[in-house]
């Protein structure tokens, strides 16, 4: 079974590099259109965006299916979400900003989808510094899961971040939204039984 779960964590590693590989693939032959710079900053950021959707998505499925080897995967899938947002955020201060300090404080004050997004990425520093074993034991269980729960937070604001930052046609953002309140309205409704249950 270990040696089962190694190569589906092999996988799960691979898959969750293809967009990345697309993106240099695309950059390379030039079919990421007019503006490539925009198109592989505005990417790596919905990237970002959709594996924190499936991090949070690996709880339900496990309540849902009974099957708890789900739990095995959302540490990795986590630590990509923290990647491809990095990798938002350096495209943005490097090839937007060009590292100027002072531009980029300009821009974070005076443009709400860029202050929304900075807060995102800031507050998903954290969860991948105590994202380790020896970090969930430092601090506890308690004190780890109730940090953790900045993740929800952080789904809410990055889908903010993206709904203001699409000048037209609002239809995606609109979409993970949808999924976002899904995914935090089981965790309200399972609270919720839970709750019912003790008191029972």
Known sequence: MQKHI?????????????????????????KLGANPIEAVT????????RFIM???????????TGINHF???????????????????????????????????????KRPFIT???????LLIP?????TDKMMKRLGGRRWKKLHYLIYLIVVLSCVHFYMLVKQ??????????IAILLLGFRVFSQRRRSQSAAS
């Open 42 to 49: 505005r990417d790596t950021g919905v990237w970002a965006l």
């Open 169 to 178: 046609d609002k239809t995606e953002p609109l979409i993970y939204f949808f």
């Open 116 to 122: 929304i997004g900075f807060i995102s990425f800031v």
């Open 71 to 109: 739990i095995r995967f959302r540490r990795m899938l986590g630590l990509f979400a923290f990647f491809y947002a990095s990798m938002h955020m350096l495209l943005y201060l490097g090839l937007d900003q060009f590292f100027d300090v002072q531009e980029i404080w300009l821009d974070i004050v």
């Open 6 to 30: 190694t190569s589906l964590k092999r996988l799960v590693f691979i898959i969750s590099l293809l967009p990345l590989s697309w993106l240099i693939y695309a950059l390379l032959t030039d």
């Open 127 to 131: 969860l991948t510094v105590t994202s």
């Open 54 to 64: 499936v991090t949070l998505l690996i709880s339900p499925l496990r309540k849902l």
